[in-house]
């Protein structure tokens, strides 16, 4: 249409210019047939037409008037020059929409699906990526909502990334789309803020990466750690079994010792039931020790989901020593705690970090097995690391390690034990890993090792509520 309109206002100015006895440069409308034909024609299409208006110009000035008339004359010259004015400007855009064309079309060569959207959520461009992962074309997608046409799933409230966009210029996490067929696809999405000449947000870069297949691959290899991780607890538990059955003896002798005295004081006549009473109370409290003990294990053995929670380092490390406990006294090894008070929370799941830390400690407890000179003790520290971490060690005093062994140590299937299987430290290194944190061995100054990892805290701001630090686990904790 656009050629014809074009035809037929050149024609129109020409009959109007050479017919009318109006006395007004109306040959100066030729630019807009000059303008219209840019659109659709090359540089030299647009030429040539410019070429034609102006010779139209002449030619209805020449029919229709003298030569060396001033008055028209210096309409046909005002014409001429609208006509070249008008032809610079066309073809200096159509030299920028080239340019625009030649850097859009490299958007065509990522494997990213990459779109523009405006503040309002409506799709500006569409790149050829974004064709083939979603399935929709440009003529399709451009002018949709973009949120509502893919079905987009936040990980957070949309509000909230909307504002963090603003306020520093980009956003980055993942998303889930629907597809054309109605399949869903994980992408890994990045927003860029463009802002207008006053500094307003006008547009959205969304450059999007297919991350589904790696997502799926996570999650299987994700799922063979955790089988490999609750297998490793059942086997661990296995080898404490001694320990274990030590460790609810204990409660088990005392509420047989503490009933017996009682059912004696309640059989006399009369009764003595005020003496009864604290052997009652201290049967309760064994009672409440043992079903402690028994959760502590049936937590460990059982196959769950990781769960990640805001926990207290402190208050897991206080809840795992009772499972070691009696494996130290055994070995005549002594426990130390030295946790740090006002400990920050972290995020992560309770089994895990207990498994951890049991590993860490029974690894530490066998480091010292052929000790005959000097006292062996196992310190377990924690604190804040780094400003915005929480540091968790256990400290030996053991044969120590090789420096050039220390990163091995946490190899699959590498041990220094003649009967070890070498994936408690592995698996460890798996968890602590899983949780953003970092774990690493190194020779003490002293005799013995130390194997100490970080995790992030999951706030700024420390708990309230002292915890008891510097105190020695002995058979005689309560746990």
Same mark, same amino acid.
């Given at each position: 249409?656009?050629?014809?309109?074009?035809?037929?206002?050149?024609?129109?100015?020409?009959?109007?210019?050479?017919?009318?006895?109006?006395?007004?440069?109306?040959?100066?409308?030729?630019?807009?047939?000059?303008?219209?034909?840019?659109?659709?024609?090359?540089?030299?299409?647009?030429?040539? @037409?410019?070429?034609?208006?102006?010779?139209?110009?002449?030619?209805?000035?020449?029919?229709?008037?003298?030569?060396?008339?001033? /008055?028209?004359?210096?309409?046909?010259?005002?014409?001429?020059? #609208?006509?070249?004015?008008?032809?610079?400007?066309?073809?200096?855009?159509?030299?920028?929409?080239?340019?625009?064309?030649?850097?859009?079309?490299?958007?065509?060569?990522?494997?990213?699906?990459?779109?523009?959207?405006?503040?309002?959520?409506?799709?500006?461009?569409?790149? +050829?990526?974004?064709?083939?992962?979603?399935?929709?074309?440009?003529?399709?997608?451009?002018?949709?909502?973009?949120?509502?046409?893919?079905?987009?799933?936040?990980?957070?409230?949309?509000?909230?990334?909307?504002?963090?966009?603003?306020?520093?210029?980009?956003?980055?996490?993942?998303?889930?789309?629907?597809?054309?067929?109605?399949?869903?696809?994980?992408?890994?999405? +990045?927003?860029?803020?463009?802002?207008?000449?006053?500094?307003?947000?006008?547009?959205?870069?969304?450059?999007?990466?297919?991350?589904?297949?790696?997502?799926?691959?996570?999650?299987?290899?994700?799922? @063979?750690?955790?089988?490999?991780?609750? $297998?490793?607890?059942?086997?661990?538990?296995?080898?404490?079994?001694?320990?274990?059955?030590?460790?609810?003896?204990?409660?088990?002798?005392?509420?047989?010792?503490?009933?017996?005295?009682?059912?004696?004081?309640?059989?006399?006549?009369?009764?003595?039931?005020?003496?009864?009473?604290?052997?009652?109370?201290?049967? #309760?409290?064994? @009672?409440?020790?043992?079903?402690?003990?028994? +959760?502590?294990?049936?937590?460990?053995?059982?196959? #769950?989901?990781?769960?990640?929670?805001?926990?207290?380092?402190?208050?897991?490390?206080?809840?795992?020593?009772?499972?070691?406990?009696?494996?130290?006294?055994?070995?005549?090894?002594?426990?130390?705690?030295?946790?740090?008070?006002?400990?920050?929370?972290?995020?992560?799941?309770?089994?895990?970090?207990?498994?951890?830390?049991?590993?860490? $400690?029974?690894?530490?407890?066998? /480091?010292?097995?052929? $000790?005959?000179?000097?006292?062996?003790?196992?310190?377990?520290?924690?604190?804040?690391?780094?400003?915005?971490?929480?540091?968790?060690?256990?400290?030996?005093?053991?044969?120590?390690?090789?420096?050039?062994?220390?990163?091995?140590?946490?190899?699959?299937?590498?041990?220094?034990?003649?009967?070890?299987?070498?994936?408690?430290?592995?698996?460890? +290194?798996?968890?602590?890993?899983?949780?953003?944190?970092?774990?690493?061995?190194?020779?003490?100054?002293?005799?013995?090792?130390?194997?100490?990892?970080?995790?992030?805290?999951?706030?700024?701001?420390?708990?309230?509520?002292? @915890?008891?630090?510097?105190?020695?686990?002995?058979?005689?904790?309560?746990?």
């Amino acid at each position: 249409m656009l050629p014809i309109a074009a035809g037929a206002i050149a024609i129109g100015i020409f009959l109007f210019d050479t017919i009318s006895s109006v006395e007004i440069a109306i040959a100066v409308v030729y630019a807009v047939v000059v303008l219209i034909a840019a659109v659709f024609l090359s540089r030299r299409d647009v030429l040539i @037409v410019s070429t034609v208006c102006a010779a139209l110009t002449v030619l209805s000035y020449l029919m229709t008037h003298e030569i060396g008339a001033d /008055a028209a004359l210096m309409r046909c010259l005002v014409s001429l020059s #609208a006509i070249g004015i008008a032809t610079v400007l066309a073809l200096m855009n159509q030299s920028a929409h080239a340019v625009l064309r030649e850097q859009a079309s490299l958007l065509d060569l990522t494997h990213d699906a990459i779109f523009v959207r405006s503040m309002g959520d409506v799709i500006t461009y569409w790149n +050829r990526a974004a064709e083939e992962l979603y399935g929709w074309g440009k003529e399709q997608a451009i002018g949709q909502a973009s949120h509502q046409f893919l079905h987009t799933v936040f990980p957070v409230p949309p509000e909230q990334i909307t504002a963090e966009l603003v306020q520093a210029g980009r956003w980055e996490g993942d998303l889930v789309h629907t597809r054309r067929d109605g399949t869903q696809v994980t992408v890994s999405s +990045r927003w860029s803020l463009q802002r207008d000449e006053h500094g307003q947000p006008a547009a959205i870069l969304e450059t999007n990466t297919d991350v589904t297949e790696r997502k799926r691959s996570q999650a299987a290899l994700e799922e @063979v750690q955790a089988e490999l991780a609750h $297998v490793s607890r059942v086997t661990m538990l296995g080898e404490m079994s001694a320990s274990i059955a030590h460790e609810v003896n204990q409660p088990l002798a005392s509420i047989a010792m503490n009933a017996e005295a009682s059912q004696q004081y309640l059989a006399e006549d009369p009764p003595k039931v005020v003496e009864a009473r604290p052997l009652v109370d201290r049967i #309760a409290a064994s @009672v409440e020790r043992a079903s402690n003990v028994i +959760r502590r294990i049936r937590a460990l053995s059982k196959k #769950a989901a990781p769960e990640k929670v805001r926990l207290d380092p402190n208050e897991v490390i206080e809840d795992t020593v009772p499972l070691v406990r009696s494996q130290a006294i055994s070995h005549r090894v002594l426990l130390r705690l030295q946790l740090a008070p006002n400990l920050p929370e972290v995020l992560a799941d309770r089994i895990q970090l207990q498994q951890v830390v049991i590993n860490l $400690v029974v690894n530490a407890i066998d /480091a010292m097995k052929d $000790v005959t000179d000097r006292p062996r003790e196992v310190e377990i520290r924690s604190q804040t690391s780094e400003g915005d971490k929480v540091l968790i060690a256990v400290k030996d005093t053991g044969i120590g390690i090789e420096p050039d062994k220390a990163n091995r140590l946490f190899d699959a299937f590498y041990t220094t034990k003649p009967d070890g299987m070498g994936m408690g430290l592995s698996i460890s +290194r798996s968890i602590i890993v899983a949780h953003g944190g970092r774990i690493w061995a190194s020779a003490n100054a002293g005799p013995g090792a130390t194997i100490q990892f970080t995790l992030p805290q999951a706030q700024a701001e420390p708990l309230a509520g002292p @915890v008891a630090a510097d105190r020695v686990a002995t058979s005689g904790d309560a746990g």
